[in-house]
């Protein structure tokens, strides 16, 4: 029996088979009975036309019915409408294909699920990225006696690198910061660090305890895995006077006008977040920095660029590059060049970390038009 | 030629020293720390000794990712009252420990042996 359920041809075929035996049958009954002759009556025709008329009638029964109902669902499924399941307990072809089509929509109810849950990721992720651009300032601060220009490029939706720009009292405070690997964690650890910056500004004593302060609270909220390097730097107006406190970053750049030469001092420090108290490790430094100088902070992103070949960019091409274009250009128009030769460098690899440059020139006295300088911190390459 | 993945080759414990060594090998990276992540778990999820000390001596490269596991580890091992040390940098990689100012709380003498004498 089961044979039958299975098979619709077998099914067409016995039911054939059963009302063939049963017109045969009749025939003979009728001859018998009535002495009809079964070669030449119009009884087999009879008996014939019925047949088909059972035959057509078990097919729409069988296939033309439930097929339809089965593309209606089809249909409603392709064009968006709601649509429904079949409850069968047929096995046959028929059966096949209602639960083939049950199969297809459970899975398309998990893969949509999937989607929605993927779509809601991105939206989350994008809502993560916009807060993180709206932590970066926009545009560099005008400061008297600096000409600022920032620039940052992320390589992820949500970047690690950092900087930003405060006045408090006589002093404006400039800082670069670079948190672990880049993504979602590392924008968040940015974040805690930009907050904990202005929470503690306003009432640190100096830089150095700024620093330390960030630090301390910074240690506290993170898993320690996490950590983030930082340059701080502070113009005081008064004195006219550049420090500096590292915390794990790279090397502090300074082109001197005088030789045309960009050094490079290390930074210092130990990165934020390793350690619970970096008061021991941490100190303020005067930069050597006079009219005409520029100072340069940067993020790994720049000196890790690989080539094509896997080679890096590197502090030394870094250097000669600023010492090239810092006597010719703006800080904007140096680091657009900058920008251009890091971009000729990669010659189409991929980038895989943030990228950040940072330049400040002492103008001393010199009046600079606004109006003519471009803050914005978008990359570009010239 | 350099290695592009990160290897790991783990000492039997030493129990004279109470130390257990982990030679690094390759690029530690997010992709080098994923690759050898379970195996490095495991062999410390036991570890109550005194000394742990990573042997990077053909390490080529190390980024944030495996320099913030490295100071999970360190944290890890300090808080157990061990003493962590790292040995046989190359000039580029201890530049980024250097950069990063870990020298100030890791100790990173120059052989394996001299960690237990320092």
């Known amino acids: ?382 | 030629m350099f290695e592009s993945q990160l290897n790991l080759v783990v000492d039997p414990y030493d129990t004279v020293h109470s130390s257990l060594v982990i030679h690094l090998s390759g690029e530690f990276d997010k992709i080098g720390l994923t690759s050898i992540r379970d195996k490095l778990e495991v062999a410390l999820s036991g570890f109550t000794g005194k000394y742990l000390i990573f042997d990077i001596a053909e390490l080529n490269f190390i980024n944030s990712e495996g320099i913030g596991y490295l100071i999970g580890v360190y944290t890890h091992v300090v808080n157990i009252g061990g003493i962590f040390c790292i040995v046989g940098a190359k000039a580029h990689v201890q530049d980024v420990f250097e950069t990063l100012g870990l020298w100030n709380i890791i100790k990173h003498p120059a052989s394996i042996e001299a960690c237990y004498t320092n």
């Not at chain 1, 672990?180 to 305890?209: C, R």
């Not at chain 1, 600023?322 to 690899?349: C, R, W």
Request: with cysteine; aromatic share 10%; charged share 20%.
């Open chain 1, 1 to 382: 029996m089961n044979f039958f359920r299975r098979s619709f041809a077998a099914k067409v075929f016995g039911t054939l088979f059963v009302l063939g035996v049963l017109l045969v049958s009749g025939l003979l009954i009728a001859k018998n009975i009535y002495g009809y002759s079964v070669i030449d009556t119009a009884w087999v025709l009879y008996g014939l036309v019925g047949l088909f008329v059972l035959l057509m009638l078990f097919f729409w029964i069988q296939v033309s019915r439930p097929l339809k109902a089965i593309i209606v669902q089809m249909e409603a499924l392709i064009t968006g409408h709601e649509y429904k399941k079949f409850f069968t307990d047929r096995i046959d072809e028929v059966g096949v294909i209602a639960h083939f089509f049950n199969e297809i929509t459970r899975n398309l109810h998990k893969f949509t699920g999937k989607l929605a849950e993927g779509e809601r990721m991105a939206n989350e992720l994008d809502i993560a990225s916009k807060i993180q651009r709206d932590i970066l300032p926009v545009a560099a601060p005008q400061v008297p006696g600096l000409i600022i220009s920032a620039k940052t490029r992320p390589a992820a939706e949500v970047g690690g690198d950092s900087f930003d720009f405060l006045t408090v009292k006589n002093a404006t405070y400039m800082y670069i910061g670079d948190a672990t690997g880049h993504g979602v964690p590392a924008g968040i650890v940015m974040t805690i660090v930009n907050t904990l910056v202005y929470a503690y500004a306003e009432t640190s004593q100096n830089l150095l305890e700024l620093m330390v302060n960030v630090n301390r609270h910074l240690k506290k909220r993170i898993q320690k895995t996490l950590f983030m390097s930082m340059l701080m730097l502070k113009w005081d107006y008064m004195t006219k006077q550049m420090s500096f406190v590292g915390a794990g970053h790279e090397y502090i750049l300074i082109y001197k006008a005088k030789s045309g030469l960009c050094e490079a001092i290390p930074s210092g420090g130990i990165a934020l977040g390793m350690v619970e108290d970096n008061s021991k490790i941490i100190k303020e430094t005067v930069l050597p920095f006079e009219e005409g100088d520029m100072v340069i902070l940067y993020t790994d992103g720049i000196v890790e660029c690989r080539d094509m070949s896997g080679q890096l960019f590197g502090v030394d091409r870094l250097k000669s590059a600023i010492a090239k274009y810092a006597s010719q250009y703006s800080p904007e128009l140096t680091i657009q060049k900058v920008a251009s030769d890091v971009g000729t460098f990669m010659n189409g690899h991929g980038q895989d970390d943030d990228m950040t440059l940072m330049m400040i020139k002492h103008v001393g006295d010199q009046k600079v038009e606004q109006s003519k300088l471009s803050l914005a911190t978008t990359w570009t390459e010239a």
